[in-house]
């Protein structure tokens, strides 16, 4: 992403899926973080998780899930012809938004899918992009096919002519037959009406008493498992009523290519038809029951069959086989350890090491209840997502009165992929610093000497009152890092406290719908609907204030000071840095964090993490700022402590960030014992009982 905080346009498509408690559920989430992860221009798109059957919602963790990755949560009851067809709950869900959606584009998914790369569904001269038909099935071949009186009859109902249905040959079968599509993948410019007409087609058509065969001649296994007499009865009806609405609107059809709606549930028969198809350019795979637990062997995925670049491979393994046991509480564990309960470490170095400081456990009204919130979720969402974790977590100046932090605090006796250290930075050093007296915790002195001693390859600032939304973890499991940029996330503060004792999903819940205030590039602003609510283009609340950011930026205008009010803040200078609230996430590889040589150790209070950003910005490191779905929640606390600390003038650092971009060099303000080099500080890791450890500064590209 450009150093300017704008991100690539995404197209003006949304993807519709159906969602319902069990096996689907599982399905619609593995779907849903394809989309989020693996389609390029088009993962910011809005993706619309409909549920229309009031007994079959999914769970509540599913709803959290959808909340954190702007997912919009539809629960609508909606009136279902032949419900026993489950086939039909999309039929009608994908009519229902082609109603009420403003998107130019539709794309329709069977929940059974996933995206392995960027797809390409540009229209152009097309109204639908489509593909065929897996197999001849109970399509018609024309005269004499038992089912052609069947397809007759239903274009007659469509008012199609049936020779103007064209011929299509299936993705694994040779034989043509009358045009029918397959349903997993349907891409449609919305205001052409089709999906409307496939499901008043396929009403109609019920309510006629038409299906390709009789109740009780057959019994369909599909994803879900048997679906029963009256839904077999009904099989690829669906499909026959999309095929028919499509063409009695439009003959301008685009055939996607066989990278599409693969069906790898007849690999080796799709293998041996489109031979001289790369397997590095399959873009949405429709894997049906082989992703359940049992069908490991039979998955082309999982048995070699489908090999993966190992990145995208260990995404897929770390989710499939399903896991259909239900989420586990958010619940502390005793901090009593014994060694034989310790489990096998992380591989190191670790791909992220995140830093925060700590030092009064009252601070703000419970800030050991916030950290120890923070480091459940942290642990919990690091291992979900593979991520290979190092937490530090620097204390300074403890109380001599409270406990440490590292005897207060409780982890669990696995930490999975997760490492955890402490680090002590004793009062003798704080006292020997300017304004001790003060400021009891000089916070980026403290984050510095955890940052110099960290392990991981990518180093991560952070604070201890915050709560990272899984797809901020999810992007730190998977994205690409660059060593050349440093990165930045937009804060959300919380209105109200965080209850004691809710699951982590719970916890999420209560972030999305009680936030107060955004912290953005451009300033920050209260948003207009608190919370991530089922929205899919709801205004920007804070689009006015970027667009006075921008014009600001355009036309060049004196520096001064940032104007204030209750509604918004506008960031100035506008030099189109992220320095709001930039302590609370700054992203950054370790080898461009020692040629900064951490953040600027001063001893005043605020704006020191923007200094860094102008520090890093007139090094050459560019900026990316993270998708608005990487969400960061602040617990709520009170400030008044702070009022008394001497102020940093960021006036004059502005100065040499202007001069240094000028003269090109960079701006490094610290010498070469920053992050308290010289100490030797107490340090312990949790493995999981505390021990004792030597704990020495570390250096550039060690680990």
Known sequence: MPGDGQTPATPDVEFVLVVEAGILEQQARLLCESLRAHTGRYRDAPIVAMAPRKERRPSQDFIAFAECNEIAYCDRTL???????????????????????????????????????????????????????????????????????????????????????????????????????????VVVRRETGILQAAADLFGRSVRAGMSPHAVGESNVFASTGYVGDVASAY??????????????????????????????????????????????????????????????AANPMLDGRLPFAPELGAWIRSRVPF??????????????????????????????????????????????ART??????????????????????????????????????????????????FLEVPDRVHRALPNADR???????????GLRRARGRFLLATNPDLLFSPALVRWLARARVSSERFYR???RDLSGDLAPGLTLAEQLRFCSAHVSRVHAYFGSYAPRHPGLVARLRARDPGRSLRREYERHRRNRPPRTPPTDDSRARLLLPADGLHRNAAG??????????????GHPELHTHAHIDAILCWAAASAGIAQEILPDRCRLFHQSHDRASHAGFPQTDWAPWYERFVAARRSGSALVVNDRS????????????????????????ATAGTA
């Open 674 to 697: 920053w992050g308290l080099a010289d100490e030797t500080l107490r340090a312990w890791d949790a493995c999981p009982e505390l021990i004792e450890v030597a704990c020495p500064p």
């Open 323 to 368: 896991c259909l046991e239900a989420a586990e509480r958010v619940a502390p564990v005793s901090p009593t350890r014994t060694r034989s309960a310790a489990v096998e470490r992380a591989p190191d170095p670790p791909r992220v090491s995140l830093v925060f400081a700590v030092h009064d456990p009252d601070y703000g009204g419970g800030l050991l």
């Open 584 to 597: 609370d996430f700054f992203l950054m590889h370790r080898d461009r964090w020692f040629e900064l040589r």
């Open 489 to 491: 996330v937009d804060r």
């Open 372 to 421: 120890q919130r923070h480091l459940d979720a942290l642990v919990a969402l690091a291992n979900r997502e593979r991520l290979s974790t190092e937490i530090v977590i620097v204390e300074w100046n403890p109380r001599p009165d409270r406990a440490p932090f590292r005897e207060s605090l409780r982890w669990p006796d696995d930490l999975g992929c997760v490492r955890l250290r």
């Open 79 to 185: 009136e279902i012809e032949c419900p026993e067809y489950g086939t039909s709950h999309r039929v009608f869900a994908a009519a229902d938004r082609a109603e009420r959606s403003d998107a130019a584009v539709l794309v329709i998914l069977d929940s059974d899918t996933l995206f392995l790369r960027e797809p390409d569904f540009a229209l152009d001269g097309a109204d639908v992009a489509v593909r065929p038909v897996d197999v001849k099935g109970r399509c018609t071949i024309g005269a004499g096919d038992p089912f052609d009186p069947y397809w007759r009859r239903l274009c007659s109902l469509g008012g199609l002519t049936y020779e103007r249905l064209p011929f299509v040959t299936p993705t694994v079968d040779d034989r043509p037959v009358r045009a029918s599509y397959n349903g997993g993948l």
């Open 235 to 296: 099989w690829g009806s669906s499909q026959a009523a999309l095929a028919i609405a499509i063409w009695s609107a439009t003959d301008r059809v685009r055939l996607l290519d066989p990278t599409y709606n693969v069906p790898l549930h007849v690999w080796d028969a799709w293998r041996a038809r489109h031979p001289s198809v790369p397997l590095e350019d399959l873009v949405h795979v429709h894997y049906h029951w082989l992703c359940t637990p049992g069908y490991e």
């Open 439 to 449: 400021i009891p915790i000089f916070e980026y002195f403290a984050k510095n000497a």
